[in-house]
């Protein structure tokens, strides 16, 4: 009786733990509070204890290849190189078959998009000319993608689906300039034999996918290599994430007729076979199943399948490890201030600049007529929608680590962008809970 009830209870608890995953907000939930932990312990009597954890030194290999890195720089340099590749991963899905492949729907995000890098830049660009702060320039062109989307979320399910979508695509188009920002604006002493090294790897796995080769295996094998020679040349190796995301193939092996045909060939196979008082399954079932798990495996192009097992991953491990790693920042020294030019300047930039540059550029294709808004959606919604790209956090925090060597200016910048991404949470979380009222 009372390990019926354990188990009912233990299966309770899973079930919610489930239906939570499932939650589109749940991935922001997460990372706030591993964010809220990160600052928590740094700002504790057991802040000593956090720094050094974080300082622990993880060695892998041996003789030139031998890699020794802190867990902060292996979290940075080697776990974030999975978020990127999912970022790839869904640019290029987008740009195939998504908000991206036809110019008429492109237009309005892209330009959304390109206003939220310019004016954001610029903004701390003026604010910060002359300092040697003004290399964190392109701290506030950031947007957090599911910081964003899991604030959408919370405002209800009156929010129209084309706001999600346009929010979705501009922070892909977003995500795509901050890659290219890191590569030529936050990459030093770059070996150039090794570059060449691994863009010729690049060039294999660019005619594998011409020769339709899709062993996942292989592009991974090769994809860490890639990855190896970026870490040692000079250039960020998370790059090698997105690079490598571009070639893993996007073509189905089979069409939904001859999947449905086939499926449907298998089950009568398998219940033909049924006896349902067995507890076991026979050899023809089995085979039925081999069977049916090629059709699904085919049936699914390899950056489908990649992108749907990986995302979990991204979202509740690698961006809540990445939040409490680099998140942690001490209130009580001299050396940070709430209010400082550095923190300030972000706080500005992130929120002003992706205002104007999102929502200014959005009307001005609109009213120009060279774009259109998207459908059920107004412009206050594209207002809220605005202030939601203001929430930098990931990425700005990453772009951040590279721009600053200098802890009194890194610990600022941190500063700015938690604030900024607070505060334009907030406010576009009401914007959009006002703005949607008429849907309701």
């Excluded at 002359?130 to 701290?139: E, F, K, L, S």
């Excluded at 993608?145 to 188009?173: C, D, E, H, N, W």
């Amino acid at each position: 009786m009372v390990i019926e009830k354990t188990k009912e209870a233990v299966k309770d608890i899973m079930n919610t733990f489930y239906r939570f995953l499932k939650i589109e907000s749940s991935g922001g939930i997460i990372l706030i509070f591993a964010t809220l932990l990160a600052l928590v312990w740094a700002n504790s009597g057991f802040s000593s204890s956090y720094f050094d954890f974080l300082h622990f030194h993880i060695k892998i290999g041996a003789g030139d290849i031998l890699l020794d890195k802190t867990l902060h720089h292996w979290i940075n340099d080697g776990l974030m190189a999975f978020f990127f590749f999912v970022v790839g991963l869904e640019i290029k899905r987008e740009i195939m078959s998504g908000e991206l492949s036809e110019v008429s729907k492109a237009v309005v995000p892209v330009g959304a998009a390109v206003g939220g890098m310019i004016l954001p830049a610029l903004i701390f660009l003026a604010l910060q000319t002359g300092n040697p702060a003004m290399d964190g320039w392109g701290i506030p062109m950031a947007t957090d993608i599911a910081f964003s989307i899991g604030i959408l979320t919370l405002v209800g399910k009156r929010v129209p689906l084309a706001l999600k979508i346009f929010l979705v695509a501009f922070a892909i188009v977003d995500d795509i300039g901050a890659v290219v920002v890191i590569a030529i604006f936050y990459s030093q002493d770059i070996l150039w034999n090794l570059i060449f090294a691994s863009l010729g790897l690049y060039a294999v796995l660019i005619v594998s996918n011409i020769f339709n080769i899709r062993s996942v295996t292989w592009y991974v094998i090769v994809g860490h290599v890639i990855w190896f020679l970026f870490l040692k040349s000079g250039i960020h190796p998370t790059l090698a994430g997105i690079m490598i995301a571009f070639v893993i193939p996007a073509n189905r092996k089979i069409r939904f007729k001859e999947f449905e045909k086939k499926i449907r060939k298998q089950i009568d196979n398998f219940c033909s076979y049924a006896e349902s008082e067995r507890m076991t399954l026979n050899k023809k079932q089995l085979v039925s199943i081999d069977n049916m798990q090629d059709s699904i495996s085919k049936v699914q192009s390899p950056l489908q399948s990649l992108e749907h097992l990986l995302h979990p991953f991204v979202t509740f491990v690698v961006m809540p490890v990445f939040a409490f790693a680099n998140a942690g920042v001490v209130f009580s020294g001299a050396d940070v201030t709430l209010f400082s030019g550095v923190s300030l300047s972000i706080m500005i930039s992130l929120i002003a600049g992706k205002l104007l540059g999102i929502f200014g550029f959005t009307w001005i294709l609109v009213k120009l007529k060279i774009g259109n808004l998207p459908q059920n959606v107004s412009f206050s919604m594209i207002f809220g929608a605005a202030l939601l790209g203001a929430v930098g956090f990931t990425m700005s925090l990453f772009i951040s680590n590279l721009a600053y060597a200098d802890e009194v200016m890194l610990n600022n910048a941190k500063v700015g962008i938690l604030l900024g991404s607070l505060v334009a949470g907030v406010t576009g979380y009401l914007v959009l809970k006002r703005a949607t009222k008429k849907l309701a």
